[in-house]
């Protein structure tokens, strides 16, 4: 099980709840950083700098969103490279035109011909140092072409080397079932986003039909913005913070999320005079 998070303080958080791996949404960093919506407005740097940064602060291993691949599939290679360099586990690729939207947006999702994602998929296969980078195949065919054709789409990405496959569905049981049928050669991952239904399946059910991670990529993003908007709303209306206080962390927890103690004895190793003023 992962859970997404777009900054290095979250991902300590993910890690300190003992989830087993971090995800970063593009769709949670377009609107950190960048404060809009996940329409393909994110390049390489926004999405490698936030990588690189979580990957210094915590231990767990992590899955990034890299869109479309940020090209085509001679690109391709120098987006695996700098992923690599940023210390992540593995990237998802997926098949959208590079006008991508996020698949909970209610829009069409055209995608490109599998047979040329194929060829990104075995771009970034070749253009990895580690044999145990992983690469993701994603496919948005659903949505526009139906669930068949997405099936198709996933085998022919898993045929040009991909490590593992998430097929976007709403994640209703039919769809499931259906997968489950067709018996794709890897792993699963399922979008948990609750947007959609896939979260409402049992654990059992997903991991019979072939799926082996269960991503929530939108449980932090979503509590972060309800329950600041909750708080921003009270402060103004209040003028205080007097009856959100349970709500909020308290000094002691804030410094432990982001690890306080241990810097401060370091600080004792480092300076054992006394810090310098």
Known sequence: MGVAAHDPLLARLVQSAGFEMVAVSGNAVAASCLGMPDKGFTNISDIVDVSSRIAVAVDLPFLVDADTGFGNAMHILRTVNEFERAGVAGIILED???????????????VVAAEDHAVKIRAACLARRDPDFVIMARTDAAADHGLDEAIRCARAYAEAGA?????????????????AEAKLPVPLKGNMDEGKRLWEIDFETLEAAGYRIASYPGVVRYTAVKAVRRALEHLRREGSTVGIRDDMATIKEFFGAVDLDRYMELEKEIFPSGAPE
């Open 96 to 110: 959208q035109v590079n006008y991508k939207k996020c698949s909970m947006i209610e829009a069409k999702h055209p």
């Open 163 to 179: 490590n593992m496959v998430d097929i976007q569905i709403l994640g209703t049981r039919e769809e499931v079932a259906k997968i």
